[in-house]
């Protein structure tokens, strides 16, 4: 559906503060006609209730996604800041996700209550009817094809706000959707800041919606959700710490950890930002890190860089300013905590490591959202699990051991959604259950648990 374009949205490279393309901006008004056209188009078209078309669909989105990998690649790399190999990693995952539900739509199904024979009872999994979903600026394609795959394989239609700060990519998704000429009013995308996604969730014809973000913002749309009484899912933030136990192999795990905290220059909720660690081996982990955060590069992302920008001036200072904080409280600043002198355009930090946060301090407990990684040591298995979930979040953890009873038992005990054992994310894990506990939120997305959350249950009892 053709939108005003008189509006622009421009965005900007944070490795070069430059603009390098305009959107058009979507209005409130814009927001409603995309919503009704969705619903308008989710109650018409019968072809959209036949599975075969809803897979074909999800088919040739993955298609599109692969034959237009390098395009998108480099778009996402200069929207986002984040390496051009991160970039390439997440088209590949956005086409993964089509390709998975594609693969589900023909096998997602009810089931039969046995209630005697004078019944026959079942139930049927139904769309929920239009979608929308708010999409945060650090994985703006990869989160766009987590939410819309699932919603379109049960059947829904879905309309896809991105953040103003990353558009760019869910954007031209969209305009490849439209080139295909695929379903009509199936695949949306409105463009704009908070006004809109707020016009987005207010939707009398919005049935179900998503939020990834903060958890400050998802407070508000759950609120708004609340007043009309639609069902929201919630993926929001995390403080996901690594547990590193004495016996652990260290040549493997320092990498990893690495990995954990710096991909997307630390400005993911999954990001592990905490780091504890046996204290017999603490200071053996600590010089590993400091080494590894040297040999890292920091660049422009086109360029092959380790570490990119963050996204914006703002969450620059923001990061700099927690830094600040916890120095002022005592923390030792071990590694970076700097922009680095190297760079005098685009929106740096170091790699940074730092001890001697009191666990209730701010840098131990909030989102940094930049590459901030905070040590702390324990003596007992006791102390790891319980320094792990001192958190207002709880999303991911690892744990590296060579002790497999130990790896489960701890597991068991950690107050998070996903745990990963002498290893840190599985490729981009679209199998995996991913979602939270607390201020990280509810949802359950990727797996099958997503289709699920998509669907609404209707049961059917028939009397012979």
């Known amino acids: 559906m053709a939108q005003d374009r008189t509006r622009q949205l421009d965005a900007v490279n944070p490795a ?10 979507s209005s409130e008004d814009d927001v409603a006609q995309v919503a009704s056209f969705a619903r308008s188009k989710f109650e018409s078209d019968e072809a959209w209730r036949d599975p075969a078309t809803r ?42 996700y089509f390709t998975y539900y594609a693969g589900w739509v023909d096998k997602f199904e009810g089931r039969a209550i046995p209630l005697g024979s004078d019944y026959v009872d079942y139930t049927l999994r139904e769309p929920w009817g239009v979608c929308g979903q708010i999409i945060p600026w650090n994985y703006p394609l990869q989160v766009t094809a987590r939410c819309a795959a699932p919603a379109m394989a049960v059947g829904n239609a879905v309309v896809v706000k991105p953040s103003e700060q990353a558009s760019v990519t869910p954007y031209r998704l969209a305009e490849l959707y439209r080139e295909a000429k695929l379903p009509e009013g199936m ?5 704009g800041a908070g006004d809109v996604g707020a016009a987005l969730v207010s939707q009398p014809t919005i049935d179900h919606v998503t939020f990834v973000g903060s958890a400050a913002v998802g407070q508000a749309v759950a609120r708004a959700c609340l007043d009309r009484y639609v069902p929201v899912e919630l993926e929001m933030g995390g403080k996901s710490a690594s547990i590193v136990f004495a016996d652990a192999d260290l040549d493997r795990a320092v990498p990893v950890i690495v990995r954990a905290l710096i991909q997307n220059a630390g400005q993911s909720c999954s990001a592990g930002s905490r780091v504890l660690i046996d204290a017999s081996i603490y200071e053996e982990v600590l010089d590993r890190l400091v080494t590894a955060f040297g040999e890292l590069s920091i660049g422009p992302g086109e360029q092959g860089a380790d570490l990119g920008p963050l996204i914006s001036a703002r969450q620059l200072e923001h990061a700099e300013g927690m830094i600040a904080r916890a120095r002022a409280a005592g923390v030792r600043v071990v ?22 946060a009191d666990p209730g301090s701010e840098i131990f407990q909030e989102e940094v ?6 040590a702390a040591p324990f003596t007992s298995e006791q102390e790891a699990v319980a320094l792990a979930n001192h958190s207002n979040y709880g999303l991911v953890a690892a744990i590296w051991t060579r002790d497999l009873r130990r790896a489960h038992a701890v597991a068991r005990r950690l107050e998070v959604g996903q745990v990963f054992v002498n290893s840190y994310g599985v490729g981009g894990g679209v199998a995996l259950p991913f979602g939270g506990l607390k201020r990280s939120g509810h949802a359950r997305g990727k797996s099958l648990d997503a289709m699920l959350a998509y669907s609404r249950v209707t049961n059917v009892c028939v009397a012979l």
Not at 73 to 91: F, H, N, S, Y
């Open 187 to 191: 695949f949306n995308v409105v463009i």
């Open 335 to 356: 590694s970076g905590g700097s922009r680095p002198t190297s760079l005098d355009r685009g929106w740096y930090l170091e790699p940074t490591l730092v001890e001697g």
């Open 369 to 374: 959202f930049g590459p901030v990684l905070v």
């Open 16 to 25: 070069t503060q430059e603009v390098f393309a305009s959107l058009p901006l």
């Open 55 to 96: 897979s074909a669909t999800l088919d040739e989105m993955a298609r599109l996604l692969h034959e237009h990998a390098d395009d998108l690649a480099l778009a996402e790399c200069r929207d986002t800041g984040k390496p051009i190999a991160q970039g390439r990693d997440d088209v590949r995952a956005a086409a993964a």
